[in-house]
């Protein structure tokens, strides 16, 4: 369902989670890596994160 879910969501959110939880980079790493400011990483895993919730829910709700 995880997967899934991450596969719904925009390709710069794909990254910056999987550069800051499947490879556990610091916030400095992925920025380095995506070629963005720290806060702009911050900021982007954030959105990543609620656009993951969203995608769950919807999964949530079709397997009912």
């Known amino acids: 369902m995880l ?3 991450i596969s719904h ?3 710069e959110y794909q990254e910056v989670v ?3 939880f499947v490879s556990e980079l610091s916030h400095f ?3 380095k890596i995506m070629g963005r400011s720290e806060g702009a990483v911050r900021v ?3 959105r990543a994160l609620k656009a ?3 995608s769950l829910g919807q999964a ?3 397997e009912l």
């Open 29 to 31: 790493e992925t920025a």
């Open 3 to 5: 997967a899934r879910a």
């Open 60 to 62: 949530a709700k079709k």
């Open 18 to 20: 999987s550069l800051r």
């Open 9 to 11: 969501i925009k390709p």
């Open 52 to 54: 993951l919730r969203r």
């Open 44 to 46: 982007l895993q954030h």
